[in-house]
């Protein structure tokens, strides 16, 4: 049976083969099980057992130098002979289905590969081997179907998730922030410092381009709020999208984007690479952790400094969060108008605060004042983003930023979202918020700038419709 057999001198030197003693008869008595034993039951401790006995038998490395197809048939196979051998009756379908299983317990992300391909889901969050919950339409509920072997399992997907991206996950170093092939955001954290077991928190993104014009349809902006900010995006506004942890600041960032000059040069710099920007001149960079003996280490800061000697129109960072605050902003006052970036803040002003304590960080004596006016003079917007407890996602705040007054950095709203009630939809018995996304009618500074683009009368009208 193909690459299945006692090893031989020829097997062992063929890397493209597997080589696995066959499976050992009467080796369990699954077959053998009571009554009481549920089907579903039967077969998960038949997958397991299946499982443990592969790897005992099978050469890792060459399994994972084959194709996958190969792969698959000859774990197919191996399926076939375990279960004449332990008398166990399943079916053609059940048998192709375990196959599959094990190749992606092999290869592949195991448990996670069904819910990867779910586009229904936005959130994954593993706490151990057996709690495994997702988000889906803003909720989260628990996977009672799926779950890892054991903690060994976990943690062998977990380290095969961060070696993809040139990363390490262990003992000695049990953080790290990776990504998966299609760009979802993935972080991992290990005992010692997960008490409980390895957690992981994968942050998946849509499959389908989400635009303004899609976010109009899902109600996370307004019409007239996504009019607003397509001029934003073509009058190269400096932007900072404001809000708390899933909020959708990088979904809303993504579908701003999509408004940028295709003639404009691109610099984006992320932690790790999550943007997808549709662009054709887009230069994608990503930090780099220290390696095992501590060095090697390319912090955002570097790469901002760096991206300055690009040649670029704009800079988008994925996230400011330190002291690479600084250099952002002084590359916002420098001619690189257009630029953004997100923070987490729960209000505008919050963020602002925020902004002062990560220019701190930077490590140079400025006063509060210069400061304040660096902060005025590079950020012309902030837009706030926010989970509400109905599961939605909506832009609450669209704030200009309008100068400094003394020490105070003045702002004013444009847009914002005004709560009514709570509406109980009468078949799903879910509760959604109703509420009306509503312009302040206040003119903004920036009606000059778009004026030179020749906009300034669609943003009259804007905000005439008040």
Do not use: W
């Amino acid at each position: 049976m193909g690459g299945f057999g006692r090893k031989s001198r020829g097997e062992v030197e063929n890397k493209t083969s597997l080589v696995v003693s066959p499976p050992k008869e009467g080796a369990t008595a699954l077959g053998s099980s009571t009554n009481s034993t549920s089907q579903e039951d039967l077969f998960k401790k038949f997958k397991l057992t299946a499982y443990e006995s592969l790897m005992e038998r099978i050469d890792l490395v060459a399994a994972n130098q084959m194709p996958p197809e190969r792969l698959l048939k000859e774990i197919e196979s191996f399926i076939s002979e375990f279960t004449i051998a332990n008398d166990i009756q399943i079916n053609m379908k059940e048998q192709r289905q375990l196959a599959a299983s094990l190749v992606d317990d092999m290869i592949g992300l195991g448990p996670l590969e069904v819910l990867i391909h779910d586009d229904s889901i936005t959130d994954i969050l593993i706490n151990g081997p057996d709690k495994i919950y997702t988000e889906r339409k803003g909720k989260l509920q628990k996977e009672s179907e799926i779950r890892f072997h054991d903690e060994t399992h976990l943690q062998q997907i977990a380290r095969r998730i961060a070696s993809r991206v040139g990363r390490r996950v262990d003992e000695s170093s049990p953080m790290v922030d990776a990504r998966l092939a299609d760009g979802s955001r993935v972080n991992i954290i290990m005992p010692p410092l997960a008490i409980d077991g390895t957690a992981i928190s994968i942050r998946k993104f849509s499959r389908v381009n989400i635009t303004l014009d899609r976010m109009v349809e899902t109600s996370n902006i307004s019409q007239d709020m996504a009019d607003l900010l397509k001029i934003i995006s073509k009058c190269r506004l400096n932007v900072l999208i404001s809000g708390g942890t899933g909020s959708g600041k990088t979904t809303l960032l993504n579908a701003m984007s999509q408004l940028i000059d295709p003639t404009e040069r691109i610099v984006t710099i992320e932690d790790s690479a999550e943007l997808r920007l549709q662009q054709p001149h887009v230069v994608r960079l990503e930090s780099r952790p220290p390696n095992i003996e501590g060095e090697g280490e390319i912090k955002i800061r570097d790469l901002v400094r760096n991206a300055l000697r690009m040649r670029p129109d704009r800079i988008i960072v994925g996230e400011v969060r330190g002291e690479e605050t600084i250099d952002m902003l002084q590359a916002m006052n420098t001619g690189h108008d257009g630029s953004m970036s997100t923070i987490h803040a729960n209000r505008p002003r919050e963020a602002l605060i925020r902004l002062e304590n990560m220019m701190s960080m930077a490590g140079y004596e400025l006063s509060l004042r210069v400061l304040r006016s660096l902060i005025a003079g590079a950020v012309q917007l902030i837009i706030q983003t926010e989970r509400m407890r109905d599961g939605i996602r909506r832009v609450t705040e669209i704030t200009e930023l309008a100068g400094i007054e003394g020490d105070v950095v003045v702002t004013h709203d444009l847009f914002k979202f005004e709560y009514k009630e709570d509406v109980v939809d009468v078949e799903t018995k879910q509760t959604f918020i109703r509420g009306e996304f509503k312009s302040c009618g206040v003119t903004p500074r920036f009606i000059d700038k778009a004026k030179f683009y020749g906009l300034d009368n669609e943003i009259k009208q804007l905000i005439g419709k008040n």
